[in-house]
C-alpha cells in the first residue's frame, strides 16, 4: 500500500487550482454512471444502434451488481482520504468502500461494451473518457491506484459479459420466432 500513496502523493503535489477546478467536472460525469447512462438511452434510442445501446446498459447492470453488489461488500477497503486524513478532500466525501472504484467500472464497462460491440470508433472516445474519470479519482484522493485498475477490470469484464449475454439471447430469440 506504501508504493499507492506514494503515487497519490505525487498527484497531490502537482495539484493546480485550474486542476482543482476542471478534475471535479470530469469526475461528475461519472456519477452513478450518469454519463454512460445517457450514452445508453441515446443509443438505444436510434434504431442503427439500439442493439449497441442494450449491450451499453446491460454492461452497466452487470458493473453494479459485480462492483456495488459484491466486490465493495466483500473487500470493504477504507479509502485513502479516511487513512490520510490530513488531504483535503474538493469533492464532498465518498460514502462507499473504495475498493473497486465505481466510476472506473461504470466507465471501463461502457467503453468496453462499445468495443465488444463493433463500435470501435465510439469506444476509442469512451475509453479516453473513461480514462480520465479514473485519473480523477486519484487526484481528488478517493481511491487506491488499485482500486482504479480493479475497477477498470471489473468494467471491461461487464462489458464483455454483456455483449455475450445479449448476443445470446439475441440468437435465442431468433430461433423462436
Request: proline share 3%; with cysteine; charged share 15%.
Given at each position: 500500500m506504501d508504493f499507492e500513496f506514494k503515487i497519490l502523493d505525487f498527484?497531490?503535489?502537482?495539484?493546480?487550482?485550474?486542476?482543482?477546478?476542471?478534475?471535479?467536472?470530469?469526475?461528475?460525469?461519472g456519477e452513478f454512471g450518469a454519463v454512460w447512462i445517457v450514452l445508453?438511452?441515446?443509443?438505444?434510442?436510434?434504431?442503427?444502434?439500439?442493439?449497441?445501446?442494450?449491450?451499453?446498459?446491460?454492461a452497466l447492470i452487470l458493473?453494479?451488481?459485480?462492483?456495488?453488489?459484491?466486490?465493495?461488500?466483500?473487500?470493504?477497503r477504507t479509502r485513502p482520504c479516511d487513512i490520510n486524513t490530513a488531504v483535503k478532500l474538493i469533492i464532498p466525501h465518498p460514502s462507499e468502500y473504495s475498493f473497486p472504484s465505481g466510476h472506473s467500472a461504470a466507465s471501463?464497462?461502457?467503453?468496453?461494451?462499445?468495443?465488444?460491440?463493433?463500435?470501435?470508433?465510439?469506444?476509442?472516445?469512451?475509453?479516453g473518457l473513461a480514462?480520465?474519470?479514473?485519473?480523477?479519482?486519484?487526484?481528488?484522493?478517493?481511491?487506491?491506484?488499485?482500486?482504479?485498475?480493479?475497477?477498470?477490470a471489473a468494467g471491461f469484464l461487464a462489458g464483455f459479459l454483456a455483449c455475450k449475454l445479449v448476443t445470446f439471447i439475441e440468437k435465442k430469440r431468433v430461433k423462436r420466432v
Open positions: 498527484l497531490q503535489s502537482i495539484r493546480t487550482p485550474v486542476g482543482d477546478f476542471i478534475v471535479p467536472l470530469i469526475t461528475y460525469l445508453a438511452i441515446v443509443l438505444f434510442a436510434n434504431k442503427k444502434y439500439r442493439k449497441t445501446g442494450l449491450i451499453v446498459a446491460v458493473d453494479l451488481i459485480i462492483c456495488n453488489g459484491i466486490l465493495k461488500n466483500i473487500f470493504r471501463f464497462a461502457a467503453a468496453s461494451a462499445l468495443l465488444f460491440a463493433g463500435q470501435k470508433k465510439m469506444s476509442y472516445w469512451a475509453f480514462t480520465l474519470i479514473a485519473f480523477t479519482r486519484l487526484y481528488l484522493y478517493v481511491h487506491f491506484p488499485t482500486d482504479v485498475l480493479g475497477g477498470a
